[in-house]
């Protein structure tokens, strides 16, 4: 949860987990449709990133 709300206070809208888990889902991941997936990536993709992280 921790880095879940770092990256939510840095401005992160998605964290892309792959695959559902009862484990993620106890951590508070939901899947979402492929197309809203897609949405959000087309949406974020050019922002900017934490400093030191690459891409």
């Known amino acids: 949860m921790t880095l879940a709300r770092h990256l939510a206070a840095s401005g992160f809208v998605l964290i892309d987990c792959q695959m559902p888990t009862r484990h993620l889902e106890s951590l508070?991941?939901?899947?979402?449709?492929?197309?809203?997936?897609?949405?959000?990536?087309?949406?974020?993709?050019?922002?900017?990133?934490?400093?030191?992280?690459?891409?």
């Open 28 to 55: 508070g991941a939901a899947p979402i449709p492929r197309a809203r997936f897609v949405e959000l990536l087309r949406q974020h993709i050019d922002a900017p990133s934490i400093a030191g992280w690459q891409r």
